[in-house]
């Protein structure tokens, strides 16, 4: 029987680390299902699903929690296989003027509307012919039953008239 593992990584940035986690994995017979993984600040941070036997999962926790002799830090939860959701899931482009606060905005309205947000990326750059920042996301967002993406946007775009959405193929 297989057992689901979702790991959360955080290590000061080098080269090897996914290799590392990757290796301890594969020693244990896992499989790395999915993940995200990113540099932030020096850091590098991930998150990742892996799937393993229930009679190895022990000894991979236990080899996990010994990479933090070597600076890896790894956190282990228990969870369950993903499974296909039936509901549409929306990728969506968000531009505006940068301001503090504006990730809370937008966070909030989407949990105020149902609007499960399955992945953000965020990230801020000088505005072209200004001297101001920019705002930049994309997002992936599961709508709740009879929320149209045309009803997003609306109500992402009543945040502030700078703020403008677009809704792309996922």
């Known amino acids: 029987m297989s057992n689901y593992l979702v790991l959360t990584i955080i290590s000061d940035d080098r080269a090897g680390i996914v290799e590392q986690v990757a290796q301890t994995i594969s020693k244990h017979g896992g499989n790395w299902m999915e993940s995200s993984m990113a540099r932030l600040a020096g850091k590098f941070a991930g998150i990742l699903m892996v799937e393993v ?8 926790q236990q080899d996990l929690a010994a990479l933090a002799d070597q600076g890896i830090k790894i956190t282990v939860e228990n969870s369950g296989p993903q499974t296909d959701d039936e509901t549409h899931i929306s990728c969506l482009e968000i531009v505006a003027n940068d301001r503090s606060g504006i990730v809370g905005e937008i966070s909030s ?20 012919m200004s001297a101001g920042m920019m705002f930049y996301a994309h997002a992936y967002t599961q709508l709740p039953a009879g929320m149209s993406e045309e009803q997003l946007t609306q109500l992402l ?3 502030s008239d700078d703020l403008m959405v677009e809704v792309i193929e996922a």
């Open 109 to 128: 309205l989407l949990a105020n509307h149902q609007v499960n947000l399955v992945s953000l990326e965020t990230f801020c750059e000088s505005a072209p």
């Open 157 to 159: 775009e009543s945040l």
């Open 53 to 60: 036997e229930a009679t190895a999962q022990q000894s991979l």
